[in-house]
């Protein structure tokens, strides 16, 4: 990156150490950071520059008096445009001219670290004002003309992927994609931080959260969160992990109520993989029904075999008169048929009379 002079693009996702690395590298190399965080809606006057109108009015007012002496032998009304014109150097200069991020980079005297960070929440429109300075280390103010930074400052660009960012955009930078790091290296990012959490919890507690981010969650936790989690751990006097601890403080990685939830219910099989899990969480999540059968606790029912030990029982001999004829043995003489009286299917299939048959009282 520094022999190249090429910006650093860094994308992965949120909370794997993106911006720390652009801070780091400041650190280490004894550079000032500057910082532009990108938001939707930002337009290149929070991100090049801006005139500071206020206090260029400040200075018309004052030598309001001096440009009334300017003007004072002009003939003609165009005279006085150009006496004007003459003189706007003295209110279009650098005294006027508001720096910002990507200006004070190239203005800088000293060599700086400038940190775009969060690129993909802005809008293309500031990719574009963007290109410049990535490709050139320059600014270009039409009032005043082309900035050309003395000593090129170490970019870092970094993006969550929330969106896809444009092709010349990419074409500028060096790319680099950050994953989460392995169990070993957070655990060594871990005790860095100086939690004050033990050792032995603290290599628990980095399982746990890798065994978080296999689930479907909105947000994985990410490596600061598993700092916030072992330090609040350490807060609470915490020097062996269980399910309930960690059910009462899942909340300091899980952002969302979804993931908070997802996150309780696989918190006992993450910290003890034989644990039973409640009869609540099992009916809830992830646990097999069918009409057939019911896996509960890992005793496996069958609804069909008690359904025929209930009717058996039901089917007890002497529970029906000799007329019914009890399931599983040979029925008795039928009952005798009843008799249907003359005119009784007449009235049944009688035509309607209104628009409606009348129901009985």
Known sequence: ???????????????????????????????????????????????????????????????????????????????????????????????????????????????????????????????????????????????????????????????????????????????????????????????????????????????????????DLRKAPSISETIDWARTLAVLGVSELDAEVLDDTVSVVAKYERDVQRSRDALPRLVDPNATVPASLDHDHGHTHSHGSHTHGGHTHDHEDDGRRVRAAKDAPGRHDDSFGARGGPAEAPAAPREVRSGQGARSFAPNRGSARRRPV
């Open 1 to 215: 990156m520094s022999r190249l002079t090429k910006p650093l693009l860094l994308e992965g996702p949120a909370g794997v150490g993106k911006t720390e690395l652009a801070k780091t590298l400041a650190a280490a190399t004894g550079r000032r950071l500057l910082r532009l965080q990108c938001y939707e809606g930002q337009d290149e006057t929070k991100a090049l520059y801006e005139w500071d109108y206020g206090k260029q009015l400040l200075y018309t007012q004052i030598l309001r008096d001096k440009a009334a002496e300017l003007l004072a032998d002009t003939a003609t009304l165009e005279d006085a445009v150009d006496r004007i014109a003459g003189a706007d150097s003295a209110f279009f200069n650098e005294r006027f001219l508001a720096p910002r991020p990507l200006l004070e980079a190239v203005r800088s005297e000293e060599p700086v670290v400038l940190l775009v960070d969060e690129v993909d929440r802005a809008d293309e429109a500031l990719e574009a004002v963007l290109l410049e300075m990535l490709a050139e280390y320059q600014v270009s103010v039409p009032e005043i003309g082309t900035f050309v930074a003395k000593a090129p400052p170490y970019v870092v660009l970094t993006s969550n992927n929330t969106r896809d960012l444009s092709a010349a955009l990419k074409r500028r930078c060096l790319h680099l994609f950050l994953k989460y790091p392995d169990a070993d290296r957070e655990l060594e990012i871990l005790r860095s931080k100086d939690t004050g959490l033990d050792d032995a919890a603290a290599q628990r507690l980095v399982q746990i959260v890798r065994g978080l981010r296999g689930l």
